[in-house]
């Protein structure tokens, strides 16, 4: 059973929330405030974070940015519909998805299970194995990379998307495949999770030492991870 801790400061969402996911076979956690959710965040194992960005004491943003400087719990941020600038800035340090309030329960669920599938956090589940590619080693079943004998510290879905994009070295990826493939979701008009997660991931990856780049944009057509 997965144990999803939320952190929402609107008592009445939260226990409806509970009510659904427990009916979906989910463990639930209740926070709510940004300073008790971080606590219970950083205290204990969680497979799944819903996390509201208006919060009292700590906001969305302050509780995701302490999070990732100890862990990598995947995270759902919950943003206020309209609100592009709290998506971008969600994705820019760390979060996993987001989803616009109000929300279709359906959706929620769908979300979720997608996430938990593809940061490889049910442990049910067939890891795949160890993959080497050129100065990088990815180890799905610790969600590790090290490149360049140095450890990185990748989100689950900059670890997914880095192990999808090595599988398929020198293809043209477009981003319809990245987002169903990696994201687990069909790729939205407007949506810029793919971007910013690929940035996050550059970002990250030290440099190839003969200079060039390790992922190259196709405008209108993808991407492709360079052999």
């Not at 509970?18 to 606590?39: M, R, S």
């Not at 509201?52 to 302490?66: Q, T």
């Not at 279709?104 to 938990?116: F, M, S, T």
């Not at 067939?126 to 990088?136: C, R, S, T, V, Y």
């Amino acid at each position: 059973m997965s144990h999803i801790l939320l952190i929402d400061d609107d008592l009445g969402l939260a226990e409806l929330l509970a009510q659904l996911l427990e009916l979906e076979g989910f463990n639930l956690t209740l926070a709510h405030d940004g300073e008790a959710g971080l606590a219970l965040a950083l205290e204990q194992q969680f497979d799944l974070i819903l996390l509201d960005v208006m919060l009292p004491k700590l906001n969305g943003f302050e509780v995701l940015k302490a999070l990732r400087a100890k862990k990598q719990t995947p995270v759902l941020m919950l943003t206020a519909r309209g609100d592009e600038i709290d998506r971008v800035v969600g994705l820019e340090i760390g979060a996993d998805d987001y989803l616009p309030k109000p929300f279709n329960d359906r959706e929620l669920v769908a979300r979720i299970k997608a996430i938990i599938r593809r940061t490889g956090q049910q442990v049910d589940e067939q890891q795949p194995g160890i993959l080497e590619f050129a100065d990088i080693k990815l180890d799905p079943s610790r969600q590790e990379v090290v490149c360049q004998d140095q450890l990185l510290i990748l989100t689950g879905t900059e670890f997914s998307l880095l192990y999808h994009m090595i599988q398929h070295s020198g293809e043209v990826l477009s981003k319809d495949n990245l987002s169903e493939n990696v994201l687990g979701k069909k790729l939205m008009p407007f949506d810029r999770s793919l971007d910013m997660h690929l940035s996050n991931l550059r970002k990250k990856l030290p440099e190839r030492a003969d200079g060039r780049p390790r992922v190259k944009t196709l405008r209108g057509k993808g991407y492709i991870w360079l052999t």
